[in-house]
């Protein structure tokens, strides 16, 4: 099945700062890779997705990108805000019909310090 | 109400316990499912309820048992747990599971602890 590797797990970064959050995944056949975000105490919340068609996509502050040669995508935020603190999550859909499902990654904890 | 609702927010139950999660959702979905979120591992599907299928994750314990009567309302029926079992149990929904832009719709999750 579908492995997908999230790394770091942790990430802190001063306000104003980038921040990049990298994921691998095994499934040469995965065409969708969405990005969650949970802040505490909250639920998972969807926040940006690339399909296998495109390599980069981007919204306002945040933009992931695809490498489908290299099995990885990123997410990428930039000029960083308190807010953006958060734990987020990488995923890739994997099988087909009745097996189709997302595999998650592990999360990655983001502390945005002021 | 709109969006995806659990109930209860938070349950602590001793190992002989029966006791349900409640999750409804309010986005004319047509899928529903079960995920289970345990600290530093991934979020680990359980149960999908995709109109009239039931697709479940074989490694899931018999001990964990899901009932969904209509698409909007899935249950999570739970029978004597082990204390591994604490994690925080998430309900989601997407508008139909065979599409690859299947975004999930996350409920604010059940806090089990198992005593």
């Known amino acids: 099945g579908e492995n997908v590797e999230q790394h770091p797990s942790t990430l802190s970064v001063q306000e104003g700062d980038s921040a990049v959050i990298k994921c691998t995944y095994s499934d040469s056949a995965s065409n969708y890779f969405p990005w969650y975000k949970q802040e505490l105490g909250k639920r998972p919340q969807l926040i940006i997705d690339i399909r296998s068609n495109v390599g980069e996509k981007k919204d306002q502050r945040i933009a992931v990108t695809l490498n489908k040669t290299a099995k990885h995508f990123s997410l990428h935020i930039t000029e960083t805000q308190p807010e953006d603190s958060a734990v987020y999550f990488c995923a890739a859909t994997s099988g087909g019909g009745s097996n189709y499902k997302l595999t998650f990654g592990k999360g990655t904890l983001l502390t945005v310090n002021p | 109400e709109t969006g995806v609702t659990q109930t209860p927010r938070h349950l602590v139950m001793g190992m002989t316990n029966k006791k349900s999660l409640k999750c409804e959702q309010h986005l004319g979905h047509n899928a529903m499912y079960w995920y289970k979120q345990s600290a530093k591992k991934p979020l680990e599907l359980m149960f999908v309820?995709?109109?009239?299928?039931?697709?479940e994750n074989n490694s899931v314990p018999s001990r964990f048992s899901p009932e969904c009567p209509n698409s909007s309302h899935l249950f999570l029926h739970l029978h004597t747990l082990q204390p591994e079992d604490s994690a925080l149990y998430l309900c989601?929904?997407?508008?139909?599971?065979?599409?690859?832009?299947?975004?999930?719709?996350f409920g604010e999750g059940s806090r089990l602890t198992v005593l």
């Open positions: 309820y995709s109109l009239e299928e039931r697709v």
């Open positions: 989601a929904s997407s508008q139909t599971r065979w599409r690859d832009t299947g975004e999930l719709f």
